[in-house]
């Protein structure tokens, strides 16, 4: 008879993750993953088989947060330009004044990079995103494009301020989609 969990497979996933976050991908290893969870490091063997199984495990269970967590944001917000500033700010919050933090995401954008299962999901979550702030600008011409266009400039002032990391990411990144808004209405 098999022993009982004693964490839920989403627990040790936010576990696995924290770790990530927190250290970066190289340092989730079965034993920090154990030492951290408590688990026996033969439990975490069974469960993922292989670190790189471990791995993936977290950062799909990443992709389910972010994927809830944009389409709550996109229900919520005003369908118009400002609701689409809203969105990417929103999107933007977790880093704070952090510029370490979000170099530390970085890391983790590597791996979504590397593996093909994550890549797809991060292109699908491109695709959800770029409707979410194409519905923001229904009645514009080209709202897709324009779309695709605030997207890019929302990613580079994210790059910029981790550079430059000059007050809050939320307060920089409103700052730079306002441009973009003014510049493309122009």
Not at 37 to 53: D, I, M
């Amino acid at each position: 008879m098999p022993r009982r969990r004693t964490l839920s497979d989403e627990q040790l996933l936010a576990m696995v993750l924290a770790l990530i976050q927190a250290e970066g991908p190289d340092a989730a290893t079965f034993a920090a993953v154990a030492k951290a969870s408590g688990l026996s490091g033969s439990t975490l063997v069974q469960r993922f088989a292989t670190k790189a199984a471990m791995l993936r495990a977290a950062l799909l269970y990443a992709w389910d947060k972010l994927d809830a967590e944009t389409t709550r944001l996109a229900e919520t917000v005003p369908k118009t330009p400002e609701g689409a500033i809203t969105l990417l700010v929103g999107l933007s919050q977790d880093y704070g004044d952090n510029a370490a933090a979000y170099g530390e995401g970085l890391l983790v954008l590597r791996e979504d990079f590397r593996d093909p299962v994550l890549r797809a999901r991060g292109a699908a979550w491109g695709t959800a995103l770029t409707a979410a702030i194409a519905r923001c600008f229904g009645s514009a011409k080209a709202p897709e494009t324009i779309a695709r266009l605030m997207l890019s400039q929302w990613q580079g002032s994210l790059l910029w301020w981790g550079f430059g990391a000059d007050g809050p990411v939320d307060t920089y990144v409103e700052m730079e989609l306002r441009r973009f808004l003014a510049a493309i209405k122009s």
